[in-house]
């Protein structure tokens, strides 16, 4: 059954742990849409590994890896992630990437930092380019995977893009980039990447076709969406269900089974409405136990309870069949635990998550309060030998989505998943 593996919050929900544990019963790993603004953490034999651009069953023996369309790569990025990869003793003869994927090039990220800047509101990008690369897809202005085999092609569709961007760059005070600087290491990556590089779309539905499993890889989380998340503090990209299908070609009948990812508390790096944001002492201690610091830029993430108002949002406009709960383990210490029930506005209660930030930014959570379990959990391998607080905190969670909790992971190695 083909398997949609979504974030159900800001990201970094722990897609990474949960899609290396998932890979082994899939043949082929996707990868549609964001970019390297993504950090996906798998341990492997021991050993951290954060994956920005390759898919995470990279580790699975016998999968297929693809980067779909979709993805706006920075090839340098991809060369350097697969060079990293094989010196582990990873194979990535059964990696392809899209002929037809955007690709980022120096002066994307030049004015993504730029705009950061200069911005009256700062969104915390990851500054790696990938509102700018898709700026320039949706002004079809894009540059592909397929031009870098050339360098007479390379040059003929960079060049005026690199001049009309220069004037920009100029009018920050900012120190525009040469073509000449880039154009050798972009080619050069061309040359490394001719032998993964196909047309995924014709790809995928054969293997569609052929009847092999395929997993889908989300990158961030449904609330970073641009259309459905807490705009204008979102990414560039459909992190939703929809983005499955632009991003690969596949028909919509391709995604039977969605599970979403949500931490046991909530995360969100960069800035926007955060209405169960904890702060001082208290967000201290969680970021401290959580060891919640951003895996692409190392940023502090922010931290607070889970919003089950959100999480019932997300479940509801992606169509999440089951969750996977993670970092439950987290909360081993914790004398008390809160979950937000309600949102509180013009003194009324609702459960609705309206994602625009005049709204979010109003409205006052009200909080549930269960008793912590106070016992290490991370060992344990079944939800029967859960202690019965901790299995109360899960069936609240999942009376309250009305969505059933599947996974729950305590521990950030593979095998410390529980499956019910
Ligand atoms: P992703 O972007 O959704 O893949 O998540 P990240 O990798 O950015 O962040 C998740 C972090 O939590 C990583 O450091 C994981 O190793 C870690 N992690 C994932 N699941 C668990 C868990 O159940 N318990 C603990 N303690 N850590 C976890
Ligand atoms: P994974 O896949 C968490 C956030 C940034 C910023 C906003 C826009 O690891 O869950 P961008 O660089 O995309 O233009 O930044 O989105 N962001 C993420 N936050 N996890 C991610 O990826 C993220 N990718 C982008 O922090 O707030
Ligand atoms: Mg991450």
């Not at 993504?38 to 016998?62: D, E, M, Q, R």
Request: hydrophobic share 35%.
């Amino acid at each position: 059954m083909n398997l949609l593996v979504l974030g159900l919050q800001w990201g970094d929900e722990g897609k990474g742990k949960a899609i290396d544990f998932l890979a082994g019963n899939f043949n082929v790993v996707v990868r549609y849409q964001g970019g390297h603004n993504a950090g996906h953490t798998i341990y492997y034999k021991g050993k951290k590994v954060i994956l920005h651009l390759l898919p995470s069953g990279i580790f699975t023996n016998n999968t297929i890896s693809i980067i779909a369309q979709g993805v706006v790569i920075n090839p340098i990025q991809l060369v350097k992630e697969i060079k990293n990869i094989s010196l582990m003793g990873i194979s990535t003869d059964k990696l392809i990437v899209s002929m037809n994927a955007p690709v980022i090039l120096p002066f994307h990220q030049k004015l993504d930092i730029i705009f950061e800047n200069s911005r009256y509101l700062k969104i915390g990008t990851t500054k790696r380019g990938i509102g700018p690369a898709y700026e320039d897809l949706v002004g079809r202005r894009a540059v592909f995977i397929r031009d870098l085999i050339d360098k007479d092609k390379f040059y003929k569709r960079v060049k005026p893009l690199n001049d009309y961007y220069s004037k920009l760059i100029r009018s920050y005070d900012g120190e525009e980039v040469s073509i000449n600087s880039y154009i050798d290491e972009y080619l050069e990556s061309g040359v490394f990447l001719k032998k993964h590089s196909k047309n995924t779309t014709y790809l995928l539905n054969e293997l569609y076709m052929e009847g092999k499993s395929i997993l889908f890889e989300g990158a961030q989380g449904v609330l970073l969406d641009v259309n459905q998340g807490t705009y204008p503090y979102v990414t560039s990209s459909n992190t939703c269900v929809g983005g499955v299908f632009t991003g690969t070609g596949l028909p919509h009948k391709a995604v039977e089974k969605v599970i979403g990812i949500s931490k046991a508390y909530t995360t969100r790096v960069g800035e926007g409405p955060f209405p169960t944001e904890l702060f001082e002492e208290e967000s201290d201690f969680l970021r401290e136990k959580g060891n919640e610091f951003g895996s692409t830029t190392g940023r502090p993430r922010r931290v607070g309870w889970l919003d089950l108002v959100a999480l019932k949002y997300s479940v509801m406009i992606n169509g999440v069949n089951s969750v996977f709960v993670t970092k439950l383990d987290i909360f081993d210490e914790f004398d008390e635990i809160k979950v937000v029930t309600d949102y509180e506005i013009n003194g009324e209660q609702n459960q609705i998550f309206d994602p625009s930030i005049d709204y979010l930014n109003e409205v006052e959570p009200v909080f549930k309060s269960f008793p912590g379990w106070k016992k290490s959990i991370c060992n344990v391998k079944t939800f029967d030998d859960l202690p019965e607080k901790t299995k109360y905190y899960i069936k609240f969670i999942e009376n309250y989505i009305k969505t059933p909790v599947e996974y729950i992971s305590v521990g950030t190695q593979r095998e410390q998943t529980i499956n019910r």
